[in-house]
């Protein structure tokens, strides 16, 4: 029994032993899975900030990176595009004003110097007075030729659009050091957002408003309004078409003989404008003078012309029997009123050693112009120099026959409207004569316009006028058929015998 009690004590014992044993490894075990868990953790934990960290830094240096480069972007972009970026990172209700200023008469200042390096010179300087006033509250600079931007971010309101927009104007017209020329300035202004959310449509629409600038009389300023995308969107296309097809030296002169019909000689010709257009053909003037008319760039326009003419004259000079035949150069009455104008002409036949009397300015709308100081001081001029001048226009009320012995001109020209009125016995033709007759007392010559078939030469001639030009004799033609016609003249006298009374005295 009591070995029984032993036996039992010690199986019991033995349990328990085997128990703790157990509970010592399941222990042991799990503090060793608990630290490799907890270890992992930590090392997830930590590479997890590590990575953090990594991402972090790597877009703090990539923010970095395109933060320079976005600065180098900004040095980098054009004039739209920075307005486009000043424009995108605009508070909200901001304002800003663009001002589109358009060089008057550029092409007139680009033709006086044979490198484009002296142009830059004028632009770059211009550019750098705009970039001075303007400061850091505007984007400035040369866009395109004659064409500045100047894009103001500061306070907006309009005592101070009135003001910028005098002070650009009187800026442009200060001289300069690259140029002794007077340049003066139209200028477009219009309003963010108001007029355009971009660039490009501010731009567009500044384009009307110095469109409207420059026909209302240059060196001036105007406001763009919706109103005007009506009236003038048409006008402006058109006009920024014409100075690109300047640009591309698409204009020519065709010219249109003056004949004697008495003798059969040439002695004159008209030079007329005509725009080869490429997909249009040649184009009349009345297709694009009315324009240029509008904006004034009929000034320089009419300059550039008559180079032309004189540079023509000297090449058939050298190579026809064009004798002391002369070319006759329509002006304008605004050409007239640029002061100076006359002292110009004379510089171009002295720049090609040609004599002045070589050359005929006509004037139309004569009596529009006689209050006016510059044009008649310009009349007063051109005689003075020696060019011949003549008179297209008669006077509302013929007053050209009181005013035969007092003018400038030596020659006096009848339209064509006068000649179909006489022709179709509606015109007073006691008038007619009595012009004919001071004419004649004042030693005046008289050509008439318009002659298209063989009744006008034989009722012209018969009221004593000899030179005549018209259709019957030619169109408008390019130069290389006038040299024909000039190299064939004079015409076959018989072939105008048997129209008129050769022996009428004139």
């Known amino acids: 029994m009591i070995e029984n009690l032993i036996f039992a004590a010690t199986s019991q014992g033995f349990e328990i032993a085997v128990a703790i044993v157990l509970i010592v490894l399941t222990i042991t075990v799990l503090f060793f899975l608990y630290r490799n868990v907890a270890y992992e953790i930590a090392e997830m934990h930590k590479n997890k900030k590590a990575m953090k960290e990594r991402q972090e830094a790597a877009e703090r240096g990539e923010s970095n990176q395109q933060e320079e480069l976005k600065k180098e972007d900004i040095k980098n972009m ?14 909200e209700g901001s304002l800003a004003t663009l ?40 984007i400035t ?11 103001y971010t500061g306070v907006i309101d309009a005592e101070t659009i009135s003001k910028i927009g005098d002070d650009l104007l009187n800026l442009f017209r200060e001289p300069l050091k690259s140029t002794n020329q007077e340049i003066t300035a139209s200028i477009g202004v219009v309003v963010f957002p108001y007029d355009g959310i971009s660039s490009d449509q501010l731009f567009k629409n500044a384009e009307i408003a110095v469109y409207v600038a420059k026909k209302a009389g240059k060196n001036r300023l105007h406001m763009y309004s919706e109103d005007l995308i009506e009236s003038e969107q048409h006008n402006v296309e058109y006009y920024q078409e014409i100075k690109r097809s300047i640009s591309n030296d698409e204009f020519l002169l065709y010219y249109q003989t003056i004949v004697d019909v008495k003798s059969g000689k040439i002695i004159g010709l008209e030079s007329l404008l005509r725009w080869k257009h490429p997909t249009k053909g040649i184009l009349p003037p009345g297709k694009f003078l009315n324009v240029m008319e509008l904006t ?36 304008s ?7 100076g104008l006359a002292k110009q002409f004379f510089n171009i036949t002295k720049k090609y050693g ?12 004569y ?32 007053e050209i026959i ?3 012995k007092n003018l400038e001109a030596g020659i006096v020209k009848l339209d064509r409207e006068n000649i179909l009125l006489i022709m179709d016995g509606t015109s007073d033709i006691d008038a007619i004569n009595r012009i004919l007759r001071e004419a004649k007392e004042a030693q005046k010559v008289v050509i008439a316009e318009g002659i298209e078939n063989e009744e006008m030469i034989k009722t012209i001639y018969d009221l004593g006028i000899r030179f005549m030009q018209g259709y019957y004799f030619n169109q408008p033609k390019s130069v290389i058929e006038i040299e024909k016609m000039i190299m064939q003249s004079p015409w076959d006298v018989d072939s105008f015998s048997n129209i008129i009374d050769t022996r009428m005295e004139i």
């Not at 600079?141 to 894009?151: M, T």
């Not at 009455?333 to 002061?339: A, S, W």
């Open 333 to 339: 009455p605004k050409q007239l009123e640029v002061d």
């Open 402 to 404: 009181q005013d035969m």
């Open 78 to 91: 054009s004039l739209l595009a920075l307005i486009d970026h000043s424009i995108k990172t605009a508070k």
């Open 296 to 331: 004034g760039d009929i000034t320089w326009f009419g300059t550039w012309g008559f180079e032309k003419n004189v540079m023509q004259y000297k090449t058939w000079r050298s190579k026809t029997r064009i004798g002391d035949l002369f070319i006759s150069t329509n002006l």
């Open 99 to 138: 001002y589109m200023i358009n060089i008057d008469d550029f092409r007139r200042i680009a033709e006086e110097y044979s490198q484009q390096k002296d142009i830059d010179k004028i632009t770059i300087e211009l550019e750098k007075k705009l970039k001075k006033y303007g400061g850091k509250l505007a």
């Open 367 to 398: 009596y529009s112009l006689t209050k006016n100081h510059n044009a008649m001081s310009n009349i007063n001029q051109f005689r003075k120099f020696g060019f011949r001048l003549a008179i297209d226009d008669l006077g509302p009320k013929n």
């Open 354 to 365: 040609l004599s002045p009397e070589l050359f005929c300015l006509e004037i139309n709308n």
């Open 141 to 151: 600079g040369h866009l395109q030729k004659d064409v500045f931007l100047f894009y």
